[in-house]
């Protein structure tokens, strides 16, 4: 019996002694030269629509949905790889120490979609909050990319009413509609705070 448990014990220490140093080669690799990008983290499997976080997370829930289209303004894009990532209700990006590329910076508050044949996409999550300390307004950061587009970094969602938002902001993006990046967010039945955000490709 002595023998056995013995045994067990070894198998156990080999086990953990050729785990430990993938995880740790895992975190010495290089991060991504570009602070912004998630693109190449996507997973391959898309939906149109994501959920960003946990259902379980603290803070206001929120859903954000849109249209993209190519830069005519009319014809919907199907197929845009959608790249999201926010702070959590304190307004940090949150680790819980297990995330790899770009998510070791964005934290995981982050999720992906490509855009269906409307050019729909949407995400649940929380409200983010502003950063600590500093006068940026609360955003949800967004990128865009596809099999043809490199990935770029639009103008960050923001929130209506928000009082970190600049009056020069308000003012570029009162004419916009629903393409501003000023999110209007009116809560449903359910408590949940709906926003609408269009966007147009670059060309």
Partial sequence: MKDFLIAILLVASLSLS?????????????????EWCGAMDAP?????QTRIAPEDEPGEPIYISGVIYLSDSVTPAEGILVYAYHTNQKGIYDKKGDESGNGRRHGYLRSWMRSDARGRYAFRSIKPAPYPNRPEPAHVHITLSSDEIEEYWIESTLFEGDPLISETSIAEEADKGLFSAIVRLEKNEEGVWEGRRNIILKK
Avoid: I, N, V
């Fill in 18 to 34: 050729c785990q430990t140093p993938q995880k740790t080669a895992a975190k010495r690799q290089p991060l991504p030269d570009c």
């Fill in 44 to 48: 391959q499997e898309l939906d149109w």
